[in-house]
């Protein structure tokens, strides 16, 4: 699975989007990219994935750049539970849903 | 509501006895589960597949005579750390792929103490 790039942290504002953003330049044609996320001392719960379209869910939007080397979640409106690490992830097509190469992630702190 | 659940979710055990992690998909069947280990301000690292009616798969490093796995049905798989030392204090996690989705669930975690 190709390799990801994230910001070890980032602050946000309590009501306003957080911008989480992952860098994969070795993406090839049939990985997807994921995104998960872990609460502290809790398992990872999965938030949105996408190949190449733009994705939206309740939960976040996940925009793909055209050339798909890099990607960036919105939590439109963040609260104080949206403090975790955010993993982006990125897994090749037809291979097992729960086989998962986690990077270090982005430690995200949303402030009051 | 949870779909993966994990038990115990905390567990202090003396070093040198064994202890038993259960993994269970609790409205689907799972032929796959995953096993994973992370210690303190790291990430998950995979363990093992497990497989049910076969034997798990391990990753690269991973003690299979230490981390002895059962996937005795399609509900449920067991991690069981034999021989435990302080070394092997960490947080245990499970997930399951459900059917033909798009994700994997994953339980709540196990943290384990080894005194």
């Known amino acids: ?112 | 509501g949870a779909v993966v659940s994990q038990h115990p979710s905390r567990v202090i055990c003396k070093s040198g006895t064994s202890v038993k992690i259960e993994c269970r998909s609790l409205d689907f069947q799972a032929t796959t589960m995953f096993w994973y280990r992370q210690f303190p301000k790291k990430s998950l690292m995979l363990m093992a597949t497990s497989n049910e009616g076969s034997k798990a798969t391990y990753e690269q490093g991973v003690e299979k005579d230490k981390f002895l796995i059962n996937h005795a049905s399609l509900t449920l798989s067991t991690l069981t750390v034999t021989s435990a030392h302080p070394e092997d204090s960490s947080f245990y996690i499970c997930s399951a792929p459900r059917g033909t989705g798009v994700s994997a669930f994953f339980g709540q975690g196990t943290r384990l103490t080894v005194v």
């Open chain 1, 1 to 112: 699975d190709a390799k990801t790039t994230q910001p070890p942290s980032m602050d946000c504002a309590e009501g306003r989007a957080a911008n989480l953003p992952c860098n994969h330049s070795t993406i090839s044609g049939n990985e997807y990219v994921y995104w998960y996320r872990q609460i502290h001392s809790q398992g990872p719960q999965y938030i949105i994935h996408g190949l190449k379209n733009n994705e939206t869910n309740e939960m976040a939007s996940l925009i793909i750049t055209e050339d798909r080397k890099s990607s960036t979640l919105i939590l439109p409106h963040a609260t104080l539970r949206d403090t975790a690490v955010y993993y982006c992830i990125v897994r090749a097509g037809g291979t097992s849903y729960g086989k998962l190469t986690f990077g270090q992630g982005t430690i995200l702190t949303v402030h009051p």
